[in-house]
């Protein structure tokens, strides 16, 4: 007995030191990223995709897994695509639809006088010259079909269109589906070009019908985004909308093509979808959704031509994401879900039962040895009377009785989620576990909180959304663990522009900011920006435009620029050589202010990343730095 409780006793030590880990740059780029592939043939198994990152190697390696739907062995599979239906075949069997790049335009020297072959001279006469982290070289995306035969010639159904689909710089094969009949392609596609195409974001579905070659606009009447077209199990055409030509964070809703009319399914609800499947006999659509500082599963009723209205219906709650839609089978949905501690997992979802099974377990060894992070909710009132969901991250073995530095991260966009998402970057696990507090509100401009709170911060970039800031970090900084001398600002985007603007506003508040691609100059933004249509309408529009009042202030009130002489604390600047989105000027204009007013500052610099760092050791890189900085101002 005695021998037993040492021994008991040992155990107990060990597991307690092996819970003390605490996640470190390192490890965070060790873990294992899943991204599911779909549900095989026979319905039997999920099949998913594991990109582990290598440092040594500076790239990511990729292996395939199929694990059964009702959980249990996991097998590494090679050929997962036999298992997989392909939805670019036509459902005869006869076809397949695919995509390829294709030379359409002369931009370069060469391609107007062949004689100078040695010229490397790129000529424009519109916008669109260049997008995301890539030049336009003449090349667009152009969608093909064939027969399935061994000598079958590709057919482009856009020849010689100057037009993408798939949609760049993201989309892919989900840009093109099948008709249930086999006899038509449809496409999504923003059929404009130069200036026109980065002023817009009218994208519509195409039908190209194979037998006379002829191509229609499904969706020719609505002037803003239609993406994602599906269709129901009964045949019905199926796709996301926002109604506003040039506004990219409209509402989303669900839209169904059902005997000569369109149903809008989503109208109603006051939300916006991501991403959506239909149930199996056709009667409702799953969705994806951000509410309330998480993406949570909700379901919608179809009616038809009846006179009662969709009835959305919240399916899942608590403090997770469900980031991921796969699929149905029986009375299970597929899903990835996640939190500020854990990466994705592979989970089913019993419907009816209401219980969640975890199917994967790519990263369950390596998060059973940390000691986490505690995530708290906090609703603070903002200055014009509202209620304002504010998530704060404690470090792991938070000791109330002791005071530690405090962030306020600010999150990009401006209109996306704040949710219970997990990033390779923004890691809050991560900075919880150097021995920050994280104080990360869902400020004005988010999705989750109605559609009135997510469209406030459009043409008001400097108004409502800091004093949202502000008040996030005063309230939490009245909890006697939160040492007021250290406090320090980060975010990248619209997060950068928020540090930039705060350096000149905060009153002393913040010890230290870091920025990352941050919008500095709006007026030099607009210039430069490839997407002018979010500029455009954020801004209020143009420089230019001396009576536009919300343009005008946007480019004085709410410039960062504009309150440099105010700047007095340390920052960091972050910029990636190819971003696009927001131009290297932006970072040089800030560190060279920074500079020549003598605040001590660094400026980091990636001529090989876009918006986004993606390359594993350029990533330790950013982390290390990161902390690095805070470590020598905080």
Same mark, same amino acid.
């Given at each position: ?59 990511? &390696? ?59 001279? /790129? ?11 890539? $030049? ?13 035969? !061994? ?10 269109? &100057? ?43 195409? !039908? ?71 149930? *199996? ?37 608590? =403090? ?29 979802? =019993? ?63 401006? /209109? ?36 009135? $709170? ?6 008001? $970039? ?72 979010? &500029? ?87 982390? *290390? ?10």
């Amino acid at each position: 007995m005695k021998k037993l409780l040492i021994l008991t006793l040992i155990t107990m030590s060990i597991n307690a030191v092996v819970a003390q880990n605490l996640m470190s740059p390192e490890l965070l780029w060790k873990l294992g990223r899943i991204s599911p592939l779909g549900i095989s043939k026979d319905e039997k198994n999920i099949i998913y995709k594991v990109s582990t990152p290598s440092v040594e190697e500076n790239k990511s &390696n990729s292996k395939y897994y199929s694990v059964p739907v009702n959980g249990g062995n996991t097998i590494e599979i090679s050929d997962y695509k036999s298992l997989l239906a392909d939805k670019n075949i036509s459902p005869d069997g006869k076809y397949t639809v695919y995509n390829e790049e294709v030379k359409i335009d002369k931009v370069h020297g060469k391609d107007f006088y062949p004689n100078l072959d040695k010229s490397n001279a /790129q000529i424009y006469n519109g916008l669109d010259y260049r997008h995301w982290d890539a $030049w336009n070289e003449g090349k667009f995306n152009h969608v093909f079909y064939k027969s399935n035969g !061994e000598k079958s010639v590709g057919i482009d159904i856009m020849k010689g269109e &100057n037009f993408d689909a798939p949609q760049k710089p993201f989309g892919g094969d989900e840009d093109y589906i099948w008709s249930p009949d086999s006899k038509s392609i449809l496409y999504v596609c923003k059929k404009k070009a130069g200036t026109a195409y980065a002023i817009s974001t009218n994208t519509d579905i195409y !039908e190209y019908h194979l037998e006379t070659g002829i191509t229609e606009n499904r969706t020719e009447s609505n002037l803003g985004y239609d993406t994602n077209p599906t269709f129901s199990p009964t045949g019905n055409l199926t796709w996301l909308q926002m109604k506003r030509d040039g506004y990219e964070a409209d509402k989303n809703d669900i839209v169904v093509s059902f005997k000569g009319t369109t149903i809008n399914l989503t109208a109603n609800w006051d939300g916006s979808v991501e991403s959506f499947v239909w149930s *199996k006999d056709g009667k409702n659509v799953y969705f994806q959704a951000p509410v309330d500082g998480t993406l949570q599963l909700f379901v919608v009723d179809f009616p038809g031509l009846t006179k009662k209205l969709p009835q959305v219906v919240q399916v899942t709650n608590g =403090d997770f994401d469900v980031s991921g839609l796969v699929g149905i089978v029986g009375d299970k949905i597929f899903v990835t879900k996640s939190d500020m501690n854990h990466a994705a997992e592979l989970y089913s979802y =019993d419907l009816k039962k209401k219980v969640w099974n975890q199917l994967s377990n790519v990263n369950t060894a390596t998060y059973s040895s940390l000691a986490l992070s505690k995530t708290e909710r906090r609703y603070v009132t903002t200055t014009d009377g509202k209620k304002m969901l504010v998530w704060v991250i404690l470090p792991p073995n938070f000791d109330a009785s002791k005071k530690y530095p405090t962030l306020l991260y600010c999150q990009g966009g401006p /209109q996306s989620p704040l949710t219970q998402f997990y990033s390779f970057r923004w890691n809050f696990q991560l900075m919880a576990a150097n021995g920050y507090i994280v104080v990360a509100p869902n400020r004005r401009g988010m999705y989750g909180h109605g559609v009135e $709170w997510n469209e406030q911060i459009s043409k008001d $970039w400097g108004g409502q959304v800091m004093r949202d800031y502000l008040s996030a970090i005063d309230d939490v900084a009245k909890e006697n663990y939160v040492d007021k001398a250290r406090l320090g600002c980060v975010g990248a985007s619209y997060g950068g522009y928020s540090a930039f603007y705060l350096a000149g506003i905060h009153n002393n508040r913040f010890k230290t900011f870091i920025a990352h691609d941050g919008v500095f100059n709006t007026q030099s933004m607009f210039g430069t920006t490839e997407e002018v249509f979010f &500029n455009n309408w954020d801004f209020g529009g143009a420089y230019w435009e001396k009576d536009n009042k919300a343009a005008q202030k946007t480019y004085t009130e709410f410039n960062p620029a504009n309150h440099v002489d105010k700047w007095n604390a340390p920052i960091l600047i972050i910029q990636g050589g190819i971003d696009f989105r927001v131009p290297i000027g932006q970072s040089q204009e800030a560190f060279q202010a920074a500079q020549l007013r003598g605040i001590k500052s660094r400026f980091l610099y990636f001529p090989d990343e876009n918006h986004w760092v993606l390359k594993p050791q350029n990533a330790q890189v950013w982390q *290390k730095e990161f902390y690095k900085w805070l470590k020598e101002t905080l």
